[in-house]
């Protein structure tokens, strides 16, 4: 008979971990929750009532997506050194391999009346020496001017390469928030807190140089509502805000504006 355990059992991946290190873990974090128990006074039944919402986040594939939007951010501060370089950042979903945009122009379509055009351009230098980097593969991905990102094509998406004296410039739109949780268990978690589960409107980052990464990072929209309260824990800091410029029309008469961002990439290769 092909039981839920045997399923479990035929399907499951191995546990690849340092024994002495998870059981650490392991105990430390059931210490945690203990504690919490006991500060609380959590009756059974809420124990359970959490289990069964742990079933159900498991079932719907998103305890990855819950662990990265409470956790993840915490995580990169306290294991990337790169003192001096630009401040890391979530990748998220939805990255893809992307194509060249030797112009730096990211849109595929015309733009609507209610799309803001933006003009983003800077450099990229070594953190440790402060000199220019050439060649670096700058792969920019976001959502558009409505929070919906491009999953069948590569609006809005491409990579550019910075020139002998580190400079690239891009041709995009303001991004929107958005939420991607409004009927799943994170959604139905953050309505039982209280809170909204809204993305503020950002810019995804990666560098590259000679196929390796150096960069995964994101800039934010600093007039955007949900700046101060975005849903993932620690994701905006000020650095990574953008200050934008107002740049009057572009060519086909949408509001335009200028953002620069300097980008320092720790290479450690």
């Known amino acids: ?3 839920p355990l045997n399923r479990y059992e035929r399907d499951r991946p191995a546990i690849e971990a340092d024994p002495a290190r998870l059981k650490a873990i ?7 929750l203990k504690a919490v128990v006991r500060e609380f006074a959590i009756t059974q039944d809420e124990l359970h009532l959490a289990g069964d919402y742990l079933n159900r ?7 990855r997506s819950l662990i990265d939007v409470s956790l993840a951010m915490t995580s990169i501060d306290a294991t990337v050194g790169q003192a001096g370089g630009t401040r890391r950042n979530l990748e998220g979903p939805f990255h893809t391999k992307h194509p060249p945009r030797p112009l730096g122009d990211l ?3 015309p733009l609507e009346a209610d799309a803001r055009r933006l003009k983003l351009s800077g450099t990229v230098s070594d953190a440790a020496t402060g000199q220019p980097m050439a060649g670096v593969v700058m792969d920019f991905w976001q959502a558009d001017h409505q929070g919906h990102y491009d999953h069948d094509g590569h609006h809005l998406r491409g990579e550019v390469t910075t020139d002998s004296e580190g400079r690239y ?3 995009t739109v303001i991004p929107l928030d958005y939420s991607d949780h409004d009927h799943d268990p994170i959604g139905e978690l953050y309505r039982a807190l209280g809170r ?7 810019i995804h980052v990666k560098a590259w ?4 990464e150096l960069l995964t990072t994101q800039l934010y929209v600093p007039d955007n509502p949900y700046i101060d309260s975005d849903y993932v824990e620690g994701a905006v800091s000020g650095d990574l805000i953008l200050q934008l ?21 720790v290479d450690v290769g």
Request: proline share 2%; aromatic share 6%.
């Open 196 to 202: 909204h589960n809204r993305r503020a409107a950002h």
């Open 245 to 265: 410029a107002d740049a009057g029309v572009d060519e086909h008469g949408n509001p335009a504006y200028a953002a620069g961002f300097d980008f320092a990439l």
């Open 209 to 212: 140089r000679d196929g390796r």
């Open 57 to 63: 986040l498991g079932r719907a594939g998103m305890c």
């Open 1 to 3: 008979m092909n039981s």
């Open 169 to 171: 410039a891009i041709s």
């Open 107 to 109: 849109l595929d379509r």
């Open 26 to 32: 392991h105990a430390k974090i059931v210490e945690s």
